[in-house]
């Protein structure tokens, strides 16, 4: 298992490479420059001086081979480099960040399981009954919507209208102000939790180890307890890893919206002025996010599954 | 039976979507760009707009149907690059194997670990917004779940008495894969490219919000809903009716996509029955 | 020159919130919103171009000049007087005996020189550093080849004297919220996470991309200030979510968009606290003098002929806005009142662009951003109208970061912007100088030699009269030009909850308000007292 | 003899569909005596299984029982309160599938699998319900059987695993074994070993065995008494040794002759098998077959 662990995390390394590769390339062709997103607002006029002596502070008059080399190099030494704007380390400026969105991805998460999975076993269990129908119409409803509308929907309805939990913001990490964010982000994996705990648990029950089951004597409540259960957690644990990752993505809309200060929004904003090494920093720590933990769904996956470790 | 409602109702919210795009012209009593009168700014639903009037003053039920046009033309054209890429990466992958294949298979894993929004953020930001970036961006995001299935159909297809027998033939690889593999796989392949659609329209109203997505004056929903979404107390129609026009075109896709799954899967099949 | 405007002028002098002379309460907490992003890139404010870290320095630093809200102008801040000699390039600044800094130390005039110097160090790239190039020796030293600012000199530790190289009013760029005064005695590095000013309150607490908390300072130099004991700057972009939180009364302000604008009038509850103010931004479609039929300065006119812009004003931006007359705002001295804005004549502007040679009119695009006030929107609204005469315009969208880039190489047919146009007349016209590239503020490559004339004149020209006068001029010739369509000056409105007081229509930004001056009635919930 | 342990008379199953009842099983009727071994035998559809499952009262949804009784010990099955019937099932009657690589639980050890028969029937402790798990591989030969109550399907070959069902089935020493195909998935040689193995525990234990093939061979070699199941009917059944040496109906004599002839059972010789296919797809073949059943097939066209 440890080897396996091993052999898993290492494989991570090329890949992140590659994804710091892309992630320059793209954002050195990129138009627009961060000393001339400082005037963009028409506050302040524009000053080819001042471009020019921030670009050579920036270092963005290097050329590109040597600006990459550098960067690789700083990577090496887990340094993400310093931001334009704010002239902080990145990697400070990160840390600041995805605690709450660590936090928020987490709560919304587990808002999808705790609804999601029981949802599609209770759907799994009677096939074709109302309740079946239901479940599985308001799942494929709720992977159909525009999750920046749901999410102001449900600021008006539980913050206007019914005035029961705050609007916005982080309220220095109140569970309060993390209850709309978290189900506006957590409706995404809810849906798909339902949808494919429904179909395992499904697979699962029709599988000819359940009639053993039964065949034994078993009670239903026990065949779902000791055999379909466990034998449905594995395509669960599979989706909950995959949504984990993408969740971040969608987070960047929600922690907008919201205004939760997580990475997501970090990293809208700083595409917006350029802040370049924060882009870099913020895509290489969501992409590395996104490795490990399907790292440790494949860990959790060997643990459950003991074909897995043979492969 | 379940199997038959999802394409019935997808298909039916998916054929109803592109009659009003192709019929935009004609079924639209105005033009969503030019017959802007502001002085009709924010008119309530009436007979004459029947979905009210934006702040514009333009007519909500021209411009959905025109938007119509935008969202089909953003769900298939990038769809059809995805799937294009994905096919042709996927079936050579998995046919010569090799070093290529762990090139298109690193790259895919790649791709899958950046969560497709930030990719499409990335690269709107390189291309800048309107319509052609925005297909760009779409169409370059989400190839990498095609790929994975069209390289594990081409493995397993590849060891079978047909595929082989056409090499024996002396069949050229290309030819191979365009004539034996490819028909083979085009069913989950569709199934992907249907739920696709779904996805990129979405992604499209999201990268709206973000400020990135198409842009005016030709009518996206995702471009509607997010300029109206301070409107919602003043003129609630001029975002509820996009909002509805997104939400049920891609449930459209969605059912249609898993009905045409349920149904290309014998497996799934007998399953539900 | 004596400027101090005291507490009690400040607020009989006009704005509607004060207009009873109720007794200021202290205590209590205000909810501020910071709308123009979603963080604060810092907290050392010297290394920031942007507004939004001028929410939080505006409660922790102070400057040697500041804004007089109400009478319009910059006024000594730091200084009890200043002595300004005959040709009126030296100030002599006399500091405030009582002012110290949150760490204890008082305020001396190595502070101010050690601030400035930091501001102009070409080792920082700072945005503040040009302001110092109007200091005697300021640009020798952001180039890199002195070692001192000749121009600043300590007389005692109260006393400074700074040389300026021209005879203009040093208030309006010594009052920007990125000069402010740090300690010498404080380690600089420790301003960007804890920092440390002569402002009204302390720095408390960041919680990145969340909020500021800072609390009421004890040995505040003003000793009747602030009223309040604490104020959180809260980070608030997304301006649908700002509309819920006020209304919820989780914020005491909030800036609105023209939508919400039209819907806080419409509300019994909400309409009578609206403060407004017309902001120094003028609204406009730039031309490029590239693109042939922009060369025609008929063309320019007709086009500023054919926009209904008092429609557009009030239908899409629901009067959140003023008709631009020309490119100085009203707020300006050298606006001239007597001035009528482009009058909306279709049949006008057809005649212009038929003598123009322009009868079947032409096409051209507008780079324009997302902006809802100052982009794709209002292309969309010109749209129909120029259609109307035969103009064909189309929108050209760009993110906002790549605006000033596009701009300012000249990559455009026409560009939608809205422009700070004050407090400055003289520095605001001098983008329209020829000799102002237009990778500097010169967008529209304007050159004329009549402008340019009038120019000069005002800029030599020692008597603020006169001067004023020549400015007005040029800014009419600069109307009648119409380099740009004229849209609109920005009418910034603030919503605020009943028991705020002391707000100020700052007509530079009204964002920015004066934390000191505030203070909360009893009617406030109960977590705020 | 005495009573019989299982008596299924007249039983009648249907597919239920909206546009009616679709007949599975009709009119089906055997009895198994105590420690008998009884076989079933037929084509695969012909309903050999369905009967099995209707025994066990594991039929699944469009699937029911439309008439006849089960009597098992006395009682009807049919009318047994679940809870009862639960009771009963792998107690009294347990059942052998014929995939043993399925009917097992991917993720759980083989030996946790014995185990819940104990814990489940016996009200054992798990600590317990191990330790009599590795007495029952044990007894099914699982050579080092401590160290594979640990082992997960998958590391197991098909013989051993259908071993585990048989130590399963049996753990509780049931009267009735229901075995349906145990032997079909396994190769040639292990299948005998299997069988041998079916054939001594019951015959020690006194446990009656139905036994469900579509191998006359292996039925042979096993039971004493043989039904022939054929659409849904059962259309003859008889002593082993009668049935073989005098196939009554004409599609037992089909069955009898795609049998490669005892003794070259192993070798696959190349002598030429009848095909079964060929004597049942003529349809009036069928028809007529019907008629000269030894039971009543009334309504048997709509099969």
Not at chain 3, 129 to 155: H, M
Not at chain 4, 108 to 126: C, D, N, P
């Amino acid at each position: 298992m440890l080897q396996f662990t091993i052999r898993r995390i290492l494989q991570v390394i090329p890949t992140l490479l590659v994804v710091a590769l892309l992630i320059f390339v793209i954002f050195s062709v990129v138009p627009g420059s961060f000393a001339a997103s400082l005037f963009s607002d028409g506050r302040t006029t524009a000053n080819p001086e001042m471009i020019a002596q921030l670009n050579r502070e920036l270092g963005l008059d290097l050329p590109l081979p040597q600006r990459f080399l550098n960067y690789v190099m700083d990577l090496a030494h887990l340094d993400l480099g310093t931001s334009f704007r704010t002239r902080q380390p990145v990697l400070q400026l990160i840390n600041d960040r995805m605690w709450a969105s660590l936090q928020l991805a987490v709560a919304a998460m587990v808002f999808a399981v705790v609804i999601g999975v029981p949802l599609g076993f209770i759907a799994a269990m009677r096939p074709g009954s109302i309740l079946d129908s239901v479940t599985m119409i308001g799942a494929v409803s709720g992977l159909s919507m525009p999750q920046f509308w749901l999410g102001l929907l449900l600021m008006y309805v539980f913050a206007l209208q019914l005035g029961w939990l705050p609007s916005f913001g982080y309220g220095n990490g109140s569970l309060r102000n993390l209850i709309l964010p978290a189900i506006t982000l957590g409706v995404t994996p809810l849906a798909l939790l339902a949808r494919t705990t429904r179909a395992g648990v499904l697979d699962v029950m029709n599988a000819d180890f359940i009639r053993t089951a039964h065949a034994k004597g078993m009670s239903e409540s026990k065949v779902v307890r000791w055999h379909v259960a466990r034998n449905a957690l594995v395509l669960v644990v599979t989706t909950v890893g995959l949504q984990f990752g993408s969740m971040i993505g969608q987070a960047v809309v929600i922690e907008k919206l919201f205004a939760w200060p997580g990475i997501g929004s970090l990293l809208v904003d700083s595409v917006a002025i350029r802040d370049i090494p924060v882009v870099q920093g913020t895509i290489l720590v969501i992409v590395l996010w996104f490795l490990l933990i399907n790292t440790a769904v494949d860990l959790i996956y060997a643990a459950i599954d003991p074909r897995i470790k043979q492969r | 039976m379940k199997l038959g409602f999802n394409i019935l109702l997808g298909g039916g919210l998916t054929a109803l979507v592109i009659i009003g795009g192709l019929l935009a012209p004609w079924l639209a009593p105005f033009d969503p760009v030019l017959d802007a009168n502001l002085m009709n700014s924010q008119l309530p639903p009436d007979s004459t707009f029947w979905f009210g009037t934006d702040s514009q003053g333009r007519d909500v039920y021209s411009r959905i149907l025109y938007g119509a046009q935008i969202s089909l033309t953003v769900g298939i054209v990038s769809q059809i690059i995805n799937t294009l890429i994905g096919v042709a990466l996927g079936i050579s992958a998995g046919y010569w194997g090799g070093w290529w294949d762990d090139l298109v298979n690193g790259l895919t894993n790649v791709m899958l670990a950046i969560p497709s929004l930030i990719f499409a953020l990335a690269v709107m930001a390189v291309l800048g917004p309107g319509l052609v970036s925005l297909l760009i961006a779409l169409g370059l995001t989400n190839w990498s779940w095609t790929c994975r299935i069209a390289r594990s159909s081409t493995l397993s297809l590849k060891s079978q008495g047909y595929v082989q027998a056409a090499q024996t033939l002396g069949y050229g690889d290309i030819r191979i894969m365009m004539t034996q593999i490819l028909p083979n796989i085009m069913g989950p392949i569709l199934v992907m490219a249907t739920l696709g659609m779904g996805a990129a329209v979405l992604a499209e109203a999201a990268l709206s919000f973000l400020g990135l997505g198409i842009q005016p004056p030709y009518p996206s929903w995702g471009s509607m809903l997010t300029d109206a979404r301070e409107l919602i107390r003043l003129a609630p129609w001029a975002a509820i009716f996009p909002g509805l026009a997104i939400f049920l075109s891609v449930l459209g896709f969605n059912l249609l996509g898993d009905g045409l799954r349920d149904s290309l899967d014998p497996h799934m099949r007998t399953r539900k029955t | 020159m004596f400027k101090r405007i005291s507490l009690a002028g400040v607020l009989a002098l006009g704005t509607a919130i004060c207009a009873f002379a109720e007794e200021p309460r202290h205590g209590g907490t205000l909810n501020f919103t910071a709308p123009y992003g979603s963080n604060f890139a810092t907290l050392d404010i010297h290394s920031s171009p942007s507004i939004q870290e001028m929410f939080i320095s505006q409660a922790i630093h102070r400057t040697l000049y500041s804004w007089d809200a109400t009478a319009n102008k910059p006024v000594l801040e730091l200084a009890t007087s200043v002595d300004i000699s005959d040709d009126g390039l030296v100030y002599t600044y006399h500091l405030l005996p009582d002012a110290v800094f949150h760490n204890g130390d008082p305020l001396t005039a190595d502070d101010v020189i050690f601030s400035y110097k930091r501001i102009a160090d070409p080792a920082n790239a700072f945005p503040g550093a040009r302001r110092i190039s109007t200091i005697k020796g300021g640009a020798e030293f952001i180039a890199g080849e002195t070692d001192e600012i000749e121009g600043l000199k300590k007389i005692d530790d109260k006393t400074l004297e700074i040389t300026f190289t021209t005879p203009a009013e040093p208030g309006f760029a010594l009052m920007e919220n990125n000069m402010a005064i740090y300690p010498a005695g404080v380690d600089v590095a420790t301003q960007a996470t804890d920092p440390v000013g002569l402002g009204p309150f302390v720095f408390k607490e960041h919680i990145p991309g969340s909020q500021v908390v800072v609390e009421k300072f004890e040995d505040y130099y003003d000793d009747d200030k602030p009223y309040l004991d604490r104020v959180n700057i809260i980070l608030m972009a997304e301006g649908s979510a700002r509309d819920v939180a006020f209304r919820n009364q989780e914020v005491d302000v909030s800036i609105l968009g023209s939508t919400q604008y039209q819907s806080y009038q419409e509300d019994p509850a909400l309409k009578d606290n609206l403060l407004e103010v017309a902001e120094v931004f003028t609204r406009n479609i730039g031309f490029s003098p590239e693109y042939e039929p922009f060369q025609d300065k008929r063309v320019r006119q007709a086009i500023n002929h054919a926009i209904n812009s008092p429609l557009i004003i009030e239908r899409l931006l629901k009067d959140k806005a003023y008709p631009a007359v020309g490119w100085l705002p009203m707020s300006l001295s050298a606006f001239d009142a007597d001035r009528k804005p482009y009058e909306y004549d279709p049949e006008k502007a057809k005649a212009l662009l038929a003598e123009a040679g322009y009868e079947d009119g032409f096409e051209f695009e507008v780079t324009a951003t997302p902006d809802e006030s100052w982009g794709v929107p209002i292309v969309e609204a010109i749209l129909p109208m120029l259609n109307e005469v035969g103009i064909t315009v189309r929108p050209k969208p760009i993110e906002s970061a790549a605006l000033g880039e596009t701009v300012s190489s000249g990559d455009f047919q026409a560009f939608i912007w809205s422009n700070q146009t004050g407090p400055d007349a003289l520095s605001v016209l001098r983008c329209f100088y020829s000799k102002t590239a237009q990778s500097s503020c010169n967008y529209t490559a304007f050159s004329n030699p009549e402008f340019d004339a009038l120019f000069e004149a005002a800029e030599a020209e020692l008597d603020p009269e006169k001067q004023t006068d020549l400015l007005r001029q040029a800014n009419n010739l600069l109307q009648d030009e119409a380099p740009v369509w004229f849209f609109n000056y920005n009418k910034a409105v603030m919503a605020y909850q009943p028991w705020v007081h002391g707000l100020v229509p700052n007509a530079n930004e009204l964002a920015l308000q004066p934390y000191d001056e505030i203070w909360i009635d009893d009617s406030a919930p109960e977590s705020r007292l | 003899m005495t009573e019989p342990l299982l008596d299924v008379r007249n039983l009648d199953l249907v597919l239920s569909h909206r546009s009616g009842d679709l007949p599975i099983l009709q009119d089906i009727s055997f009895q198994i005596m105590p420690g008998e071994t009884y076989g079933l035998v037929g084509e695969s559809g012909s309903g050999k299984s369905v009967t099995s499952l209707a025994i066990m009262g594991l039929l699944k949804k469009p699937l029911k029982v439309s008439g006849g009784q089960v009597v098992f010990q006395g009682q009807d099955l049919l009318k047994l309160r679940p809870r009862r019937m639960r009771d009963l099932r792998g107690d009294r009657v347990a059942m052998i599938f014929q995939e043993p690589m399925t009917a097992l639980n991917p993720l759980s050890t083989v030996g946790r699998q014995i185990a819940e028969m104990y814990v489940l029937h016996q009200g054992k402790s798990w600590r317990e319900a191990r330790r009599l798990a590795v007495h029952a591989l044990d007894s099914v030969k699982v050579p080092n059987p401590e160290r594979r109550v640990g082992n997960y399907p998958h590391q197991m070959s098909g013989g051993l695993r259908q071993r585990v069902m048989i130590a399963m089935a049996l753990a509780c020493d049931p009267d009735l074994l229901i075995a349906d195909e145990p032997t079909t998935a396994l190769d040639v040689t292990v299948q005998a070993e299997v069988l041998r193995l079916i054939k001594e525990l019951c015959a020690a234990r006194g446990t009656a065995v139905l036994f469900i093939s579509h191998d006359l061979g292996v039925i042979a070699s096993i039971c004493q008494r043989v039904g022939v199941m054929y659409a849904g009917c059962l259309v003859e059944e008889n002593d082993t040794v009668a049935l073989f040496s005098n196939p009554r109906h004409a599609y037992t004599r089909g069955l009898m002759g795609a049998l490669p002839r005892l003794g070259s059972r192993l070798t696959h010789g190349r002598q030429r098998l009848v095909d079964i296919d060929s004597v049942i797809a003529d349809r009036s073949v069928l028809t007529e077959t019907r008629f000269i059943m030894p039971r009543g097939a009334a309504n048997g066209e709509s099969a």
